[in-house]
Structures are given as C-alpha cells and as structure tokens.
C-alpha cells in the first residue's frame, strides 16, 4: 500500500474513529458531539532516532513519508537493530464489533437510554444537581510496517454515567452510577440498579459519620482492589520508568519477592471492556502478563524500545491516545486474580476494620494513597455503620505483603468517563478490577 525505504524502519497507524458525547445537566442538554474522522501517524527510525509525523490527510501519507525519510539516516543494517528485531509481524482483518457496530445505534435510542433515567434522580429530594452522560467511541485501525505487518482491527466502547450531589444540611456526598461495556445492549434495563443504588447514597449521606483515625485492616471491593493494582504497582510495572535508572531496575528485579504469597496482579490487553486492546500501537498482539504472581516479581510492562533495552519480551503494551502521539508504555486492563475466600469469609475474621466500596481517586509510586467515598465500618464480623474517611494510605511494598485474604469473587470494570494518565497523555481508556482484598495495617484518617 505505501512505498518504505529499505534502509529505514517505518511504520502508519491508521484510525477511523466515530465518537458520540451527550450530556444533561439537570435534565437540558449541556453538550451534544458526534465526530467521525480519520487520521495517521507516521514513524521513521533510523536506528538513532525516531521521527515523527500526523496528519489528517490519509492522501498525504507517502509524502509525509518521504519528508520523514529525508531526515533520516539511511542504516543498512536496520533489519539488525535490536528494537527493530523486536517488532512482530503481524497480518489479518480482526474485526470483532462488525456485527454490533456502535457507530450504526441511533442518535434517538442514545437519548433515550439517558432520558428513561432520569427520574431516578429527579424524584430523590437530596439530590440537588445532576448529570447524565452517554459516551462512546469506536476506532478502527490499520497498521502497516517496512517489516510487512498489515493488520486491520478495531475497538469501542460505550456507557453512561449518572452523576449526583446529595446534601442534607452542612452535609454532602457527591457520587456517580456507571455502567460501560463494548456493547450497547448491555447499558440498557438499569433502571432498578439505580434507584437501588441512589437508595444506598441518601442512607450514607444521613448515617455516615467521621471515622475514628488509626491502623486498620481493610477490606477492598472490586473496583477499590483495582485501582489499588493500576496505581500502586501497575504503573511501577511500565518499564519505560526505569530505563537509565539502575536503582529502581535492582529495587524491582524479576524474580525478587514484593508481595504476599496470595497476590497475583496480571495486565491483559485481550479482556473485552475498556481496556481492550488486540494489538498495540506498534502492532504487537495484546499478551496476558503477570507482573506480580505468587508474591514474586514476575514481568513487566513493553514497547519494542524497552524490551530491546531490557532484552525482554514484547508485552503489547506501546500505546498512544490519538493518531496524534507516539505509543508510550502503558496499561491495558489491570487487576489481581482471584483467591479461595468467600466476601463473607473474608469480612468475617475483621474484628475491626473498614470496607472501602466505592473511591473518588487514587494514587501510588512509593506510597498508595486512596480517597475513599462509600465506606464502613467492619464490626465483629460484619459491615456495621457508615463512616467519612478522607484518605488510606500505606507504603507500596509494605501494603503488598499485608494482603492476607483474596475472595474468589472476581470483577473486572469498564469505563467511560475518566481514564489514565501519563505524561501528556490524558484520558487512555484502561480496566481494571478484581476480587475483595482484605489488606492489615492501612492508615486510615
């Protein structure tokens, strides 16, 4: 399809993109956007530097090739080059949303998916503000190389989101309903979820009370669980932060013991959600990694650049936002494996402890932080009185050796609003989840 040079690597990433973003706020609509577009970004390495270019021009592409290639180095040897060695040919059309196809629902039934919620949150009377939501985003990518990949493939997602600010009094509580999936269909019939769910809101807005500071153990549900493993170590695990830094390359040494013999963390690019990623944005297939398994170090996060550097494999991992970015190392879907424990099982050997249900964010390199929003009190037992907590904190490796009971209950989430971040590149969709974890002395304020 495109003319490559012989003595350079090169590679287009292709994407057609079609994106929906409707918002409500207080019942009118505040935003409405629908966008189709297409767009490339281009590569050129000549064995001492990349170089880059997008456009939105697909017609331009050879010639954005050639100025690139102008440039550049002409290499020879560049077949030899360890990180062009790295990168996997691949070829194929894999397109597993054809048939569910996001971009063919209509704009009415979109509408009417937020609009048949609405009372739900209208009918609550400490619900002062609101907003509803629906997004969803659908790319289909083609990827070509000098090596010869030529793949076809696509990803989306769609979902909704019921934001709501409760107060009663001097008291607040500001949370959201989400739901998100790769499938329209999945959104619908969650009316009863929600009211349920708001129901849940209003009894901790008027019962919820100021924890008593102190050491605690601490029981994680899914979605805590899984922003513990995207923060606190999924991160330390994209192997582009230690390159050049030997101190943290023999602090995170494959095979050194970091975490409880329990503690199994995987990322995973094939796991349907919002995480879901077939190949990378270098044309790697998606790998289920473990990065931690049995409470050993076990593996890392790659791009070709790193796991040349590191003499490691590829972990389809290389991604980027936008045609407008270069793929940088970064998380698919992230969460720690089930254990044996029942919830129940788990819960029942706290005498004194928090359940942490839902967070408003989380944090970690070297410390875990966690600012949880729905939480409670765990007495003899059993899930007692709500409480406020304004933060849990715990050091990093510390925290990864108190994990002391794994549920066999495993979830794993996807979402629409947010994402991760890293260095200028903000918002990627990720997932991640888990089982309830139960971890000893969290600081808990």
């Not at 629902?105 to 400490?126: I, R, T």
């Not at 002391?404 to 991640?432: A, H, I, R, W």
Request: aromatic share 10%; with cysteine.
């Amino acid at each position: 399809m495109f003319k490559f040079s012989k003595n350079l690597y090169t590679d287009v990433r292709i994407e057609e993109v079609f994106e929906t973003n409707i918002t409500f706020t207080l019942g009118k609509i505040s935003e409405y956007k629908i966008r189709n577009y297409k767009a490339a970004f281009i590569r050129v390495f000549d064995g001492d530097r990349w170089f880059y270019s997008s456009t939105s021009d697909l017609d331009e592409i050879q010639n954005e090739i050639k100025k690139l290639s102008k440039m550049a180095k002409p290499n020879d040897k560049i077949n030899d080059n360890p990180i062009v060695k790295k990168m996997e040919v691949n070829s194929g059309t894999f397109l597993k949303f054809k048939d569910n196809d996001i971009s063919k629902v209509s704009e009415e039934d979109k509408l009417n998916l937020l609009k048949g919620m609405f009372p739900q949150v209208c009918e609550n009377k400490y619900i002062k503000m609101w907003t509803a939501r629906y997004i969803d985003c659908r790319k289909v990518k083609e990827f070509f190389s000098s090596k010869g990949s030529n793949i076809k493939f696509d990803t989306q997602r769609c979902g909704f989101s019921m934001g709501f600010v409760m107060s009663e009094g001097n008291k607040k509580l500001n949370e959201s309903y989400q739901k998100a999936s790769c499938c329209f269909e999945d959104l619908k019939g969650k009316n009863d979820e929600l009211k349920k769910y708001i129901n849940k809101c209003e009894y901790f807005l008027l019962n919820s009370k100021p924890v008593e500071k102190g050491t605690y153990t601490v029981v994680l549900s899914p979605l805590a669980a899984g922003v513990f493993a995207h923060e606190s170590f999924g991160h330390k695990s994209e192997s582009d932060f230690m390159i050049g830094d030997e101190t943290m390359k023999k602090e995170w040494a494959l095979g050194k013991k970091v975490g409880s013999d329990i503690l199994t963390i995987v990322d995973d690019g094939n796991v349907l959600g919002s995480g879901y990623t077939p190949f990378d944005d270098e044309g790697s297939h998606a790998k289920k990694t473990y990065l931690i398994k049995d409470g050993v170090l076990a593996g890392r996060l790659h791009s070709s650049s790193t796991a040349a550097i590191l003499e490691e494999d590829l972990t389809g991992n290389a991604r980027s936002i936008n045609f407008e970015y270069e793929p940088i190392v970064r998380m698919t879907t992230t969460y720690i494996e089930a254990g044996n424990e029942t919830k129940d099982e788990l819960i029942s050997k706290v005498k004194n402890g928090i359940y942490v249900e839902t967070i408003k964010h989380g944090s970690g390199m070297s410390t875990f932080t966690m600012a949880p929003s729905l939480s409670y009190v765990i007495r003899d037992g059993k899930i007692a009185e709500p409480v406020n907590i304004s933060v849990v904190t715990g050091n990093v490796f510390k925290t990864l050796s108190e994990i002391d009971g794994v549920s066999n209950e495993l979830e794993l989430l996807s979402f629409v609003t947010g994402g991760c971040g890293k260095m200028e590149q903000y918002p990627l969709p990720v997932g991640f989840g888990g089982p309830y974890v139960r971890v000893n002395n969290l600081n808990v304020q």
